[in-house]
């Protein structure tokens, strides 16, 4: 029994409306598997043995499996994220060697091959072994060598594998997280290769570091600014998954991973970020966007109860950060779909998901069809191409540097129009720790 009815859903239609011919998908969440060589052929000698390889690991009756291997710790491939090709009935923790692997995961050759076959033009892909953003090497005991192996990867990704076909591969990359002014140096470096998107967590505080909160990310803010390059937040990113009863499936836990976006949508919407950085581009990934409405609704309704007492901005309310400043995407979210002029019908993209197990390949194009069936041509071109070419300043002939910063800017590349920490100073308020502070010494009082 059907209990929704979605207006603008595939659903109770006699026909569906095909995507144009004209429409080129344009992916902006999917993976690469790293090959062996990726740090192999760009590391010192020196570095070889406790930088990220491959080790074969024995399997009782079974090959032995491929972890990467990484200052002595082990870091195995999940079959989840390399299935592409496979039907739900066969997932599962396999594949765990690379030759059980369709080639497409972890060759940019073989990928533009299954994009066609996928109806898929540009993907951006994100890391597997760094993590969503490298906190794999935010881990790491040498810095040094920690900040080697983030060059590397960033290398690949650009020199090799988004160079494979610069017009059908969205270029990012990934940073030194310990430190802002290696971040700052890495992403005017890549910046001047074309790169596009930089991965960050949702969550920082959850990886031992500073808040969205603090200035203490305010040089990357600027960075980003300057550069035209997108901060891409892959649900999840920020280390820590929501948690269970571990009597649950995983079921629960794969449910629920789009929440660390809505937590980060609303971190953010409250935080000084977007006031003092208003050409910031914030990108949500795979955490849907059928929860953006209600979301932003409900930060509005407490901005007009609460921003007198706390340390909010008075006249500036959370939804025009949002629809200035974020984005979001989808595989499948009829509601979403159906509610897309309420989230802003310039803030949605589309995903593919390519090679992990919500992928549909190899027919998204035909998923995306389906899911679009009675959307307009004009919004439906928006959502699967037009917006991720303004989000990401990627025009028709590809990622150069010299076409980032001719793109789309959220303020239009104007300053911000009021001094934040001024507005702030005149208002007070206090802030969340403070308040419970405040409650806490109350409750402690004694006659």
């Known amino acids: 029994m059907q209990l929704f009815y979605y207006p603008n859903s595939r659903k109770g239609r006699d026909r569906a409306m095909p ?226 009863a571990p009597e649950a499936p995983f079921a629960v836990m794969v449910t629920l991973m789009g929440t660390t976006s809505m937590a980060a949508a609303v971190e953010l919407v409250f935080s000084p970020v977007f006031h003092k950085h208003p050409n910031l581009k914030v990108a949500f990934s795979e955490g849907g966007i059928g929860w953006m409405p209600y979301l932003v609704e409900r930060a509005d309704y407490v901005w007009r109860k609460h921003k007198y007492y706390q340390n909010i901005h008075p006249t500036i309310a959370p939804s025009e950060l949002f629809r200035r400043n974020i984005s979001g995407c989808f595989i499948e979210d009829e509601v979403g779909v159906s509610m897309r002029h309420q989230i802003g019908i310039d803030n949605i993209t589309w995903e593919c998901d390519y090679p992990h197990s919500d992928s549909f390949w190899p027919k998204s194009r035909a998923r995306a069809e389906e899911m679009l069936a009675s959307v307009p041509d004009e919004d439906a071109h928006k959502i699967v191409e037009l917006n991720a070419r303004r989000w990401y300043a990627f025009p028709e002939e590809g990622f150069k540097a010299s076409t980032a910063d001719s793109g789309w800017r959220p303020n239009d590349g104007n300053p911000p129009e009021y001094d934040y920490d001024a507005v702030m100073s005149d208002h007070g308020g206090v802030g969340y720790g403070a308040f419970i502070q405040n409650l806490a010494d109350q409750m402690a009082n004694k006659e």
């Open 19 to 244: 995507l144009q011919p004209s429409m080129k998908l344009l992916s902006v969440d999917d993976h690469l598997i790293e090959p062996p060589h990726v740090w192999s052929d760009r590391l010192p000698k020196k570095y070889l043995h406790d930088g990220p390889r491959i080790v074969e690991f024995p399997r009782e009756g079974k090959p032995p499996m491929h972890q990467w291997v990484y200052e002595g710790r082990s870091y195995p491939n999940i079959g989840l994220n390399a299935v592409a090709g496979k039907s739900p009935e066969e997932f599962g923790v396999d594949p765990v060697r690379f030759d059980d692997m369709i080639p497409g995961c972890y060759d940019p050759k073989a990928r533009l091959t299954d994009m066609d076959v996928d109806g898929v033009h540009a993907m951006l892909c994100f890391p597997s072994f760094p993590r969503f953003c490298g906190t794999v090497f935010l881990e790491g005991t040498d810095k040094d060598l920690a900040l080697l192996c983030v060059q590397a990867w960033n290398d690949f990704s650009l020199d090799e594998w988004c160079a494979t076909d610069p017009a059908r591969f969205i270029p990012m990359m990934i940073s030194p997280l310990w430190d802002t002014q290696l971040m700052v140096a890495e992403i005017e470096r890549n910046a001047a290769k074309g790169c596009r998107a930089l991965g960050l967590p949702d969550n920082p505080m959850n990886l031992g570091l500073p808040s969205f909160h603090t200035p203490h990310w305010d040089p990357v803010w600027s960075a980003l600014e300057e550069t035209n390059m997108t901060a891409v937040m892959h649900f999840g990113s920020g280390g820590m998954p929501p948690s269970t």
